[in-house]
């Protein structure tokens, strides 16, 4: 039993989604204010190890485990709890590994301040999922800090309504329901005031925001709201359905110049009747208009995908259809996963797909978002770009520096991170974009207004 006079040492660990790295935050903050509770590093030692699990693929599953297997070697006496997304739908499976002295649902994972007393005092393993009810409101506390990091997070969506037939995810965040638009502007004046100065707006399907609350505007009202009331922030969005990239959306990029020129869009395939099997609201000439369309913007504006491949029953011809996609729009980069087959999905009683055949359709699609990643790049050169100083240092005397369209280069560490920066790309070195021309974006203000 743990002394209540004594220091507990936390460490916390993510696994997953930015909304997960936004759930561990909320965590963090709180922490029982009646115990002398230290965060530290999760390979340092602690009394408490709390792993933010992610269930999105069984590879995601095995990290988990392996994770809490390696630390209870090295770590016998300390507690060790899983939460999260795996910890909400197969808390049976999690209940078997006697490492564990806790399984926390995503419902209870906030009450942090509640179960961890119980955990360290009690003696008694804890066991904590509860299931969604249909009629669940948005939850989630404020945060002013973000782990370190340049950017902050800022959930305004969870859940989903759709039940994809590969995918597990409303099962372990329950229904679609959005965030109080007063309660985002506060979250985002908060972690202004914290001293961040780029905002990313995170949800499971972040496009369906406000329909719960009927709240008309909906996804482009917040943005419009909080791109005219913060016009000192930048806001970049997280992955959303080509369907909802809709002029009403794409405006807002030419109305506000604090909105990064970026979107991620959630692809999948590029297959009409692929996109039927996995139960997806949108059509393959939905992702051409969705990625054009963007595109068009403005010079460089950046494009990211998520593909699937290998998704059962994917045939030549489907892959071909998915490969012909890509190849023709205009994107700056691709996510390939290889397709998972999730228990409890109905793909997962699919005919799937040969491994040697998933191993080499990744591989082509892999080469050619290297091929549309260097065009991107290699059209920056030249260029006077924006972007945010980062802390990664992956050369001696440089550090990483993100552009509002989502490229990376390296400039000289001189630089302090979060510093807004003008950088003119020059070339590559070591296969990255690298910069010697960099400028402080307020003192170019100031001598441009001089």
């Known amino acids: 039993m743990h002394d209540r006079f004594t220091t507990v040492r936390v460490a916390f660990l993510t696994l997953g989604c930015r909304m997960n790295q936004y759930d561990t935050e909320v965590m963090k903050a709180r922490l029982p204010a009646d115990l002398r509770c230290e965060i530290v590093d999760w390979d340092d030692p602690a009394d408490v190890y709390i792993l933010n699990s992610c269930t999105v693929t069984v590879k995601a599953d095995q990290k988990c485990r392996q ?12 507690k060790i709890v899983v939460t999260g997304c795996y910890a ?34 009690e003696e008694q393993r804890l066991l904590e999922v509860t299931q969604y009810s249909k009629r669940l409101a948005f939850r989630s506390h404020r945060i002013t800090d973000f782990d370190g990091r340049t950017r902050a997070y ?12 590969y995918c597990l995810i409303w099962k372990a965040r329950g229904p679609g329901r959005s965030r109080d638009p007063q309660d985002v502007v506060g979250q985002v004046s ?30 482009t009202g917040l943005i419009d709201m909080l791109a005219s009331r913060f016009p000192d922030l930048r806001f970049r969005l997280s992955s959303i359905h080509p369907n909802e990239v809709h002029e009403p959306l794409l405006e807002l990029f030419t109305k506000h ?25 949108y059509a393959a000439a939905d992702v051409a208009r969705a990625v054009h369309a963007a595109a068009g913007l403005a010079p460089y504006f950046g494009i990211g995908a998520d593909v699937i491949v290998g998704f059962p029953g994917e045939t030549e011809t489907e892959f071909e259809q998915t490969r012909q996609l890509i190849e023709t729009a205009p994107f700056s980069y691709l996510h390939v996963f290889r397709y998972s087959a999730r228990p409890g999905t109905k793909a997962a009683d699919m005919k799937p797909c040969h491994s040697e055949t998933i191993t080499a359709r990744s591989a082509l699609l892999r080469t050619l978002s290297d091929a549309k990643k260097s065009a991107f790049e290699g059209g920056l050169i030249g260029h006077t770009l924006e972007a945010t100083v980062e802390s990664d240092r992956p050369l001696p005397g440089w550090v990483h520096a993100t552009t509002g369209n989502y490229a990376t280069v390296l400039v000289p560490d001189i630089w302090e991170q979060g510093d807004s920066v003008l950088v003119t790309p020059e070339g590559l070195r070591e296969g990255t974009l690298y910069a010697n021309r960099v400028e402080h974006i307020a003192r170019s203000i ?3 207004n001089a």
């Not at 999690?94 to 360290?120: K, S």
């Open 190 to 219: 908060e972690l202004r005031d914290a001293g961040f100065s780029e905002i990313v707006l995170t949800g499971v399907h972040m496009g369906s925001y406000g329909r719960d609350l009927r709240w008309l505007p909906g996804l």
């Open 446 to 448: 100031i001598e441009e």
């Open 88 to 121: 909400q739908t197969q808390p049976e499976a999690l209940a078997e590994m006697t490492e564990l002295d806790g399984i926390i649902g995503v419902n209870e994972r906030e009450d942090i301040h509640q179960w961890l007393p119980r955990l360290l005092y």
């Open 154 to 165: 800022v959930k305004i969506q969870d859940g989903c309504d759709l039940r994809c037939t």
């Open 257 to 281: 110049s604090n909105m990064r020129p970026y979107l991620h869009i959630s692809m999948q395939s590029g297959s009409d009747t692929v996109l039927s099997r996995m139960r997806r609201p």
């Open 67 to 78: 994770l809490a297997r390696r630390v209870r070697r090295r770590a016998p006496d300390a």
